[in-house]
């Protein structure tokens, strides 16, 4: 099976997930909804299970979320989150059909997991927050890494579609690919500020944009 495929999920495609495991029900769950692309679903699985293993309790600000699949797994992965966020400047509109068909099949999310359409300026953040994205294009990153630091909380990403006009290399592309470059100075950016800085591979047979950078304050402000 192609993981990396941008063809929808739907029923046809209920046998691939025959398990008994939390990712083959929210597998199916997708393939039933029939709007979301087989790579989503897989992105949003790995970087989800990753930052859940690192954090808990905490409210999640998923920013650029496109249909908000990270946010509803983040809350399947962990009860103890009290609420999530799913923020896009505009919404797929079949991002209500996900979330409903979703909530079918836990219906702990509809009263937990909220969609605000609207730019992440608009979005306020402290340091209780989680902030998440999973695939921030070009500069979206660059905002999430600014509004984490601004507000002191810890942020996990998955970087992708790097405008190489508008962020910083560090003068590093002698020595490393380009969008290496930039996030390598993203995650420079945040350690020289006190964070904590984790950096993962999610499979790249999914994505070839599969670098995740999770970072955590080093000490939390009164």
């Known amino acids: 099976m192609d993981r990396s495929s941008r063809n929808r999920l739907n029923e046809r495609h209920l046998d691939l997930f025959p398990g008994?495991?939390?990712?083959?029900?929210?597998?199916r769950t997708v393939c039933r909804a029939g709007c979301l692309p087989r790579k989503e679903l897989y992105e949003s699985w790995e970087v989800a299970r990753r930052v859940r293993r690192?954090?808990?309790?905490?409210?999640?600000?998923?920013?650029?979320?496109?249909?908000?699949?990270?946010?509803q797994i983040m809350i399947l992965l962990d009860d103890s989150i009290p609420e999530v966020v799913a923020v896009d400047s505009t919404m797929p509109k079949s991002a209500a059909r996900l979330a409903r068909t979703m909530?079918?099949?836990?219906?702990?999310?509809?009263?937990?997991?909220?969609?605000?359409e609207t730019d992440l300026i608009e979005i306020d953040t402290d340091q209780s927050d989680l902030l998440v994205s999973v695939h921030g294009c070009g500069i979206l990153s660059d905002r999430i890494i600014d509004?984490?630091?601004s507000a002191n909380a810890p942020v996990?990403?998955?970087?992708c579609c790097h405008n190489l006009k508008n962020s910083e290399t560090g003068?590093?592309?002698?020595?490393?690919?380009p969008t290496?470059?930039?996030?390598?100075?993203?995650?420079?950016?945040?350690?020289a500020v006190?964070?904590?800085?984790?950096?993962q591979l999610i499979p790249g047979d999914i994505t070839d944009k599969n670098r995740l950078l999770i970072a955590t304050p080093g000490k939390v402000q009164d």
């Open 20 to 27: 008994t495991t939390l990712f083959d029900k929210i597998a």
């Open 194 to 199: 006190g964070y904590n800085v984790i950096t």
């Open 171 to 177: 003068n590093l592309e002698g020595w490393l690919e």
């Open 156 to 159: 996990a990403l998955l970087p």
């Open 147 to 149: 509004m984490a630091m």
């Open 103 to 116: 909530q079918e099949s836990w219906p702990r999310l509809e009263k937990r997991v909220r969609f605000i």
């Open 180 to 191: 290496l470059a930039v996030d390598v100075v993203r995650a420079a950016k945040l350690r």
């Open 54 to 71: 690192r954090f808990s309790g905490k409210r999640v600000l998923d920013l650029a979320c496109g249909h908000g699949l990270l946010a």
